[in-house]
């Protein structure tokens, strides 16, 4: 392992149609230097095809978890593995180029302590929204609610400071991490990046996008299958993150109108991604 190497942390469920090229490409990456890959119960071939890479890869280890703790709990499972100076988190469906978790450390690197995110790109090259966002304003979202959407343009440049930016695939130092605490484990699915990166420039960190970095995200491989239990999840950490960041300067009313926003959006919101995916 050099000073610099990289340990990447995967977290799996169901997500047999995209972890094999996944892990191929990430044991082509250079500097990494251990790659953890925690399975939360997945009921396809997704455990068989890890295991598949682990024989052929030493530094491929997998943690097969019985039941599904969630996205955050099993990442920072993976992340209590390693001690690599650098983290990477990398959802089962990215495809990084060989050289772009190397370039992204060095742009962090040379940045001092920072969380930085790449420019996500679909297949057909269009650019994903999350890979820059704002961080959630509930207060501003009961007034105006185009403020829901939390997508910030792409500036000019090849370092974009945003506040928040996608988990997906996400760089930060090893230190860092352990000094926030990691993520926080009471998010099932969803929000728990924007979490982590609001307290990393709480903490004094540069949250940014490198957006000469570009990553291939297929996006919600595993999550077609249950869009119920996704949205219930997000809208679930939704509440969590008001409550966390923003409640304790609300008033009452404003507090009960988020909720109460929340809860009426929730079933929309999931009728909508069911139809969408024929679920």
């Given at each position: 392992?050099?000073?610099?190497?990289?340990?990447?942390?995967?977290?799996?469920?169901?997500?047999?149609?995209t972890i094999d090229e996944c892990l191929l490409r990430?044991?082509?990456?250079?500097?990494?230097?251990?790659?953890?890959v925690v399975d939360n119960a997945s009921r396809d071939a997704t455990l068989d095809i890890?295991?598949?890479?682990?024989?052929?890869?030493?530094?491929?280890?997998?943690?097969?978890?019985?039941?599904?703790?969630?996205?955050?709990?099993?990442?920072?499972?993976?992340?209590?593995?390693?001690?690599?100076?650098?983290?990477?988190?990398?959802?089962?469906?990215?495809?990084?180029?060989a050289d772009a978790l190397a370039r992204l450390r060095d742009v962090a690197a040379a940045t001092g302590e920072a969380l930085l995110g790449v420019d996500l790109v679909d297949e057909a090259g269009v650019r994903d929204p999350a890979a820059r966002r704002r961080d959630p304003?509930?207060?501003?979202?009961?007034?105006?609610?185009?403020?829901?959407?939390l997508g910030v343009p792409v500036a000019a440049g090849a370092?974009?400071?945003?506040?928040?930016?996608?988990?997906?695939?996400?760089?930060?130092?090893?230190?860092l991490f352990q000094r926030l605490g990691g993520f926080d484990a009471g998010y099932r699915l969803h929000v728990e990046d924007l979490d982590l990166c609001r307290r990393a420039r709480l903490a004094g960190a540069?949250?940014?996008?490198?957006?000469?970095?570009?990553?291939?995200h297929v996006g919600g491989v595993s999550s077609r299958r249950r869009p119920w239990f996704v949205e219930w999840h997000k809208h679930r950490g939704l509440w969590r993150y008001f409550r966390k960041f923003e409640a304790a300067g609300c008033g009452l009313p404003v507090r009960l109108l988020v909720g109460i926003a929340i809860a009426l959006h929730f079933p929309w919101a999931a009728l909508r991604a069911a139809i969408h995916t024929g679920s």
């Open positions: 392992m050099t000073v610099a190497g990289i340990a990447v942390v995967v977290v799996a469920c169901n997500s047999e149609e990430l044991r082509r990456s250079q500097a990494v230097a251990a790659i953890r890890v295991q598949r890479h682990a024989l052929a890869d030493a530094r491929v280890r997998f943690i097969a978890n019985p039941d599904n703790p969630g996205f955050a709990a099993a990442c920072n499972q993976g992340a209590a593995t390693v001690d690599a100076p650098w983290l990477v988190f990398v959802n089962p469906d990215c495809f990084v180029e304003g509930f207060a501003a979202m009961l007034a105006n609610p185009a403020r829901a959407r370092l974009q400071r945003v506040e928040a930016v996608s988990g997906a695939l996400m760089l930060l130092p090893r230190a540069v949250v940014a996008c490198a957006n000469d970095v570009r990553v291939v």
